[in-house]
């Protein structure tokens, strides 16, 4: 089918009035099978930046929660608010507390919003862990099987075990895939599963190679040198036609895909649309 994507929230906007930029990521998804958002930014930039862009937030038929942070979880309160009953998809790890010790203080990172809450707003949460479909040729990762050796995740992204803290696994991050005429479109959240990790389970559980697009977050800002180049590497060998970077990538990251990917690379902020 095809899909429009616009990215609503992001860390960055350019010449776009009016809109603003947040450390977050939201992405709308116009389908032929209805209209979907995939994250909904820290929800400083939602309700705002879909009024810019044109976006009416209240035809959307499912909200696709990648992970469990806040700079994707934030804006739930003010979509639901204007939308009121819908489905939200998520794993069922969604409200666990989490949080980040990056410099010296310990930080909550979770969903800020009590489950009642959302529920009370209008969220019915649909829970899995297993790659799904949603809707016709709309299909989630659920979670994603850590295969690479080299995907190690956040060292100080944790979660409480007994008086202290260890490694968040973020076994609840997924990715969103779509089926189009030009092959697969892959949205990514976060992508704390790994890039490498999570496009490997895509392409076996679709049984595709062809990747017509990759966009979103792919969480190759704050990893290792050796991670990163590792990942370039990896990411080269798969046959994808379109790379449209955001959020967790990072200039440095982003400036080496640029040189590695050329015409193929793009960046993907506030107001970017990617058809196919
Ligand atoms: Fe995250
Ligand atoms: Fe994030």
Redesign the pocket.
């Given at each position: 089918m095809k899909i429009k994507a616009t990215i609503v929230s992001e860390n960055c906007v350019f010449h776009l009035p009016g809109a603003v930029a947040e450390h977050g990521l939201s992405i709308f998804m116009e389908t032929e099978r209805g209209n979907y958002l995939l994250d909904t930014g820290q929800g400083k930039a939602i309700v705002n930046n879909a009024l810019v862009l044109g976006i009416d937030l209240r035809t959307i038929q499912g909200i696709i929660m990648s992970?469990h942070?806040f700079?994707?979880t934030g804006g739930l309160g003010p979509v639901l608010d204007l939308k009121g009953a819908v489905d939200v998809y998520a794993h069922p790890d969604f409200f666990k507390e989490s949080y980040s010790t990056r410099g010296n203080a310990v930080r909550y990172i979770g969903v800020p919003y009590p489950r009642p809450l959302l529920e009370a707003k209008g969220a019915t949460f649909k829970f899995s862990d297993e790659f799904r479909s949603i809707a016709p040729e709309l299909w989630l990762t659920g979670e994603v099987p850590r295969r690479t050796d080299y995907e190690l995740g956040d060292e100080n992204l944790v979660v409480k075990s007994g008086e202290g803290y260890v490694k968040d696994d973020i076994r609840d991050d997924q990715s969103v895939v779509i089926e189009t005429q030009k092959g697969l479109f892959v949205i990514l959240g976060?992508c704390?599963s790994g890039i490498i990790n999570t496009l490997s389970h895509i392409v076996e559980k679709m049984g595709q190679r062809h990747i017509h697009a990759v966009i979103g977050g792919t969480h190759l800002g704050p990893v290792s040198d050796e991670q990163r180049e590792k990942s370039i590497a990896a990411l080269k060998a798969f046959d994808i036609e379109r790379l449209g970077v955001s959020h967790?990538t990072g200039l440095k990251t982003a400036s080496r895909l640029a040189g590695e990917f050329g015409d193929r690379f793009f960046f993907c902020n506030v107001g970017t649309v990617v058809e196919a």
């Open positions: 992970h942070h700079d994707h976060c704390h967790c």
